[in-house]
């Protein structure tokens, strides 16, 4: 796929990391697209593995990874807010060498989780709190509230986490008040404006 060559051509760091996963993803007969800025990886319209380059390492990401046993102990989750992708990192290309056999085992046993039609049990927004500095906001505007409840879960808790991961009430309270406007406008967090 262009789209996949082109992203490989341009990567400085990773490059014979990535060609090598893509090769072993093929070889699964995977389906080759670009998503997300990354080539992913799909057996019948379903995502299975993403490839990723970070600064320390690179990855291979599987979608519902959670659902996969992992019988050689390799999946991280990448934050405990990921709730079904994990990764396997590596750090050279002979690591992926040696566990080329493993790896495509565990893309194999995607794939079967795909056939097979297994979800994720995702946890509800409304597991999630609500942060003190937030429900504040929403007593004194209830506009906000109303619009924050009318974005969808993913949106909602994409708020809620961000929000959240602030250690300091101040930090809380300032996420908030430059969050109001997307908010308001039906937006997520990372939602670019069109």
Same mark, same amino acid.
């Given at each position: ?9 341009? =990567? *400085?760091?990773?490059?014979? +990391?990535? !060609? ?5 993803? #093929? %070889? ?74 493993? =790896? *495509?085992?565990?893309?194999? +046993?995607? !794939? ?5 039609? #297994? %979800? ?75």
């Amino acid at each position: 796929m262009e789209k996949v060559n082109q992203y490989i051509e341009k =990567i *400085k760091n990773w490059k014979d +990391e990535s !060609i090598l996963l893509r090769e072993i993803c #093929l %070889e699964c007969s995977l389906e080759e697209d670009f998503k997300w800025m990354h080539p992913c990886y799909t057996f019948q319209g379903k995502n299975i593995v993403l490839i990723h380059g970070f600064k320390e390492y690179c990855a291979l990401l599987f979608h519902k990874g959670a659902l996969l046993n992992d019988v050689n102990n390799l999946l991280i989750q990448q934050t405990e807010n990921v709730q079904s992708a994990r990764q396997i990192r590596f750090r050279n290309k002979q690591e992926i060498i040696d566990l080329k056999s493993v =790896i *495509k085992a565990y893309v194999f +046993e995607a !794939i079967e989780v795909e056939k097979a039609g #297994l %979800e994720v049990k995702m946890k509800k927004t409304s597991e999630y709190g609500i942060p003190q500095e937030l429900d504040e906001v929403f007593k004194n505007n209830p506009e906000l509230e109303t619009a924050f409840y009318n974005l969808t879960p993913g949106r909602q808790r994409g708020y809620l986490l961000y929000f959240l991961q602030a250690k300091q009430s101040k930090t809380r309270i300032s996420r908030i008040e430059k969050s109001i406007p997307k908010i308001l406008e039906g937006q997520g967090l990372n939602d670019r404006e069109v």
